[in-house]
């Protein structure tokens, strides 16, 4: 009976266990993982366990690994991987064998470099324990600044406010989401998150943090001085491929895969934010941070590591909540020729397509959740739409999918 390790107790190594058993595979099963939680998701981190009373949850219980046979090890860092003699070093000396290894191992959050970055007071947000941090920071009136205006940022700046914190926003870009949106959505969000009082500040990056034993201002390029009671900052992640790389495997932005989710090693696989994996659709290769591809990714390559040999392919597909905006988007386009839109993107309420010749190769959603699914469904079709049944609310999306 064959043997498989899965390195990182996220979603995407919690998700490829559930596959795995699901699949038959009988064999062992050791999931490591270096928080101390069995496997949880992070979307609520930023969202509803900031703003409301509700349980944090895990993927399974104890009980559900214990009854499908799967050796959970929890607050242990893989440390090395040993592909002669297929093996990985857990901690200083525990030794796991595999015939297949999956490396989930994720990102961890970019640091900032400035003066005071090290004073408590200074928080970032990729696990539970830090999402309780700044919970704790979020007392009605507290002065926060957020560093970066990002999906995370912008989430965390609307749940502070939500809070009764008064909030500022720091984004060195001359747009919000810039790494991801075009300008008009950058714009949607900034008014939205101004109508709703966060202290928008673009152009504007962080110079250093000041305070004895504690946050208590942040100073900014722009020369001004910010008096804070906490600072979050949310200037993106770095995937965790150093493992990887000492390993020898191919790493580029991330551990390199095929559309099988195999690494250059035909033994070790990849999924989830640590990939770089190649995308048909898209018609190049990719890095995602995202709940579907953390998902959807770690299933494909349980199963083809459990047999199967079916390539990984999707839309990409992301969501954010920011105040009373959903913002949804498909397809990670990198240009296109021409944008359409659909009711009024300023007012959170429309459609913006990237267009390129007559191909949707992106589109993003504020407040239409719907629309979203069906175009989706539209673009992994390849199915085509003039830029005038596009921009027309009488057109319905399950007629153009038809
Ligand atoms: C606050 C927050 C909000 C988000 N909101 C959204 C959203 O609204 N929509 C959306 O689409 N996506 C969202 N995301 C993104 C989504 O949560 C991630 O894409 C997803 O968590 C990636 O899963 P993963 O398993 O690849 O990586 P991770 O969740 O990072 O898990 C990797 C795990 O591996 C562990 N690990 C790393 N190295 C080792 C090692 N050597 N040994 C043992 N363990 C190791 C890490 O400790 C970690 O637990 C959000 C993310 C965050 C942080």
Redesign the pocket.
């Known amino acids: 009976m064959e043997s498989y390790v899965i390195?990182?107790?996220?979603?995407?190594?919690?998700r490829a266990v559930e596959a795995m058993r699901a699949s038959g595979f009988e064999g062992r099963i050791d999931l490591?993982?270096?928080?101390r939680h069995l496997p949880y998701?992070?979307?609520?981190?930023?969202?509803e366990l900031l703003t409301e009373d509700v349980p944090f949850e895990l993927m399974h219980d104890a009980a559900w690994y214990k009854e499908k046979n799967i050796n959970v090890h929890l607050a242990?860092?893989?440390?090395s991987i040993d592909r002669q003699s297929k093996r990985v070093t857990?901690g200083e000396s525990q030794i796991l064998a595999y015939d297949k290894l999956l490396l989930?191992?994720?990102?961890?959050v970019r640091k900032l470099s400035v003066d005071g970055a090290e004073l408590a007071g200074v928080e970032y947000?990729?696990?539970i324990e830090e999402?309780h941090a700044i919970g704790a920071m979020l007392d009605d009136g507290a002065r926060i600044a957020v560093v970066g205006g990002g999906?995370?940022g912008l989430?965390i700046a609307a749940s502070a406010r939500k809070r009764g914190c008064r909030v500022t926003v720091l984004e060195a870009a001359n747009q919000l989401m810039g790494r991801a949106l075009p300008p008009e959505i950058g714009k949607a969000s900034e008014t939205l998150h101004r109508g709703n009082g966060v202290d928008i500040r673009l152009d504007t990056a962080i110079e250093g943090i000041e305070g004895s034993d504690k946050v208590e201002a942040v100073v900014t390029s722009k020369g001004d001085r910010i008096a804070v009671d906490g600072v979050v900052v949310g200037i993106g992640?770095a995937p965790?491929t150093a493992?990887a790389e000492a390993a020898g495997l191919e790493v580029a932005d991330g551990i390199v895969v095929d559309k099988f989710c195999r690494t250059s090693d035909n033994a070790i696989y990849a999924?989830?934010?640590?990939t770089q994996h190649p995308n048909p659709l898209v018609g190049r290769k990719l890095r995602?941070?995202?709940?579907?591809?953390?998902q959807n990714q770690?299933i494909t390559a349980a199963n083809n590591m459990c047999g199967s040999e079916t390539p990984f392919v999707e839309i990409p597909?992301?969501?954010?909540?920011q105040f009373d905006m959903n913002l949804q988007m498909c397809g990670a386009p990198d240009s296109w020729d021409r944008i359409v839109t659909r009711g009024d993107i300023s007012a959170c309420d429309g459609l913006l397509f990237q267009m390129q010749g007559d191909t949707i190769v992106g589109a993003i959603g504020l407040n239409r959740p719907r629309d979203m699914r069906f175009i989706k469904r539209m673009m992994g079709a390849a199915k085509t739409a003039t830029d005038e049944q596009l921009a027309d609310e009488s057109v319905g999306f399950r007629d153009l999918m038809r």
Not at 7 to 14: C, E, F, K, Y
């Open positions: 390195v990182g107790a996220g979603q995407a190594g919690g490591v993982g270096a928080e998701e992070r979307p609520p981190l930023s969202k242990a860092l893989v440390t857990v989930t191992t994720g990102g961890t947000l990729r696990t999402s999906f995370i989430e992640i965790d493992m999924a989830g934010d640590v995602l941070e995202s709940w579907q591809n953390a770690a597909w992301f969501w954010s909540d």
